[in-house]
């Protein structure tokens, strides 16, 4: 299984359609905050459209 | 249609919903609603936690999808106090205590501009890591006939979950149950590959996010009168008949399927199932934040 990893998604981009005909959603309510596999397509698509890592945001609070 | 008595313990017993607790008979109906605040502004998150819940519904005939994996119903009758408040709304959610990005769904206002400073709002169903708005299944960025929340009216609503694999679930909420035509429904066709499967840790909670502290508070903002949650998704028509009569199960498949219900409340803690099957909800609310008031 591959590592679970939170991305913050820019603001207002609220799917992503990806190659493998998966879809990534997003939400405002959220912030944005999405939480994917590493090693997936919906990563690198996330990755593509300018998400970055960042860390647990239910750990941040 | 053949109608069945809440106190009508010898039906409801057969039920598929069962009991939690052996159960007493049925309650009839409480004298007042439940008050929900709301939010202090769109992003707060120091604000009191108020909220009935209950934790672990998995272990105990409702898991996120249902007692049979083949989904579940939930009917209320609410009030969303006008004016809207500001930001986002939490009215019922099967979800885990903190936000994973799945394994939970629910059906709430939202807010149109897209934001915690939103003062106007669309029904929504809230699912994998998105909100969708409309009977086509939009989020919000591209709606297309969205269902307007109109605060101050009293609306008795069904929410209807079906689940026919691991990768295919429907979620459909009917805002008004006086008019369930296209468009005036939202629906979801969930295809996220796996999307709560796995049997997840389930809390049933009804008036905030339990995330909040993470995101901002998602208060419930109106008055809850009346609901039947039911473990197994029931037909429209069977629904609508629920919907038409919280003092009894009207329907066989309500009666076999019925979780927790209430017809009113008599304090904020009368949270003992008005419909016989022994399960009680918590009152999560430390400082008091809930309250009742007359009936809608």
């Given at each position: 299984m591959s590592e679970k990893v939170w991305l913050q998604m820019p603001a207002g981009v609220e799917r992503i359609d990806c190659p493998d005909g998966t879809v990534v959603y997003a939400s405002a309510r959220f912030h944005w905050k999405i939480r994917l596999d590493r090693d997936s397509v919906k990563h690198q698509a996330a990755m593509a459209a300018g998400a970055v890592e960042i860390e647990d945001p239910n750990e941040a609070s | 249609m053949a109608g069945y008595s809440v106190s009508d313990e010898a039906f409801i017993r057969r039920g598929r919903g069962g009991f939690a607790g052996g159960g007493g008979g049925g309650v009839g109906s409480g004298s007042s609603a439940l008050l929900f605040p709301k939010n202090v502004s769109g992003s707060d998150t120091g604000a009191p936690y108020g909220v009935i819940e209950f934790q672990n519904s998995q272990s105990s005939g409702l898991p996120i999808w249902g007692a049979s994996n083949a989904g579940m119903t939930m009917i209320r009758k609410i009030k969303v106090t006008s004016p809207d408040q500001t930001g986002y709304y939490a009215q019922f959610w099967m979800a885990q205590g903190s936000f994973t990005g799945g394994n939970y769904h629910g059906c709430h206002p939202y807010p149109q501009n897209q934001s915690n400073s939103g003062t106007t709002?669309?029904?929504?169903?809230?699912?994998?890591?998105?909100?969708?708005?409309?009977?086509?299944?939009?989020?919000?960025?591209?709606?297309?006939?969205?269902?307007?929340?109109?605060?101050?009216?009293?609306?008795?609503?069904?929410?209807?979950?079906?689940?026919?694999?691991?990768?295919?679930?429907?979620?459909?909420?009917?805002?008004?149950?006086?008019?369930?035509?296209?468009?005036?429904?939202?629906?979801?066709?969930?295809?996220?590959?796996?999307?709560?499967?796995?049997?997840?840790?389930?809390?049933?909670?009804?008036?905030?996010?339990?995330?909040?502290?993470?995101?901002?508070?998602?208060?419930?903002?109106?008055?809850?009168?009346?609901?039947?949650?039911?473990?197994?998704?029931?037909t429209l028509s069977d629904a609508l008949s629920e919907a038409a009569n919280f003092g009894a199960l009207t329907t066989s498949a309500g009666a076999a399927a019925i979780w927790w219900g209430k017809n009113g409340f008599n304090t904020v803690d009368d949270l003992t199932c008005s419909y016989g099957t022994g399960r009680s909800f918590t009152r999560t609310d430390s400082s008091n934040v809930l309250s009742t008031t007359t009936r809608l």
């Open positions: - | 709002h669309w029904w929504e169903i809230a699912c994998e890591s998105a909100d969708f708005i409309d009977f086509q299944g939009n989020q919000p960025g591209s709606p297309n006939n969205p269902q307007v929340v109109n605060a101050g009216s009293t609306l008795t609503q069904i929410y209807i979950v079906t689940r026919s694999g691991a990768n295919s679930k429907t979620l459909t909420f009917y805002p008004d149950a006086s008019d369930t035509s296209s468009p005036h429904f939202i629906q979801r066709n969930a295809t996220t590959a796996g999307y709560g499967e796995g049997n997840p840790s389930i809390r049933v909670v009804i008036g905030d996010s339990p995330w909040f502290a993470s995101f901002q508070h998602e208060r419930f903002g109106g008055t809850k009168d009346a609901i039947k949650i039911f473990n197994e998704p029931l």
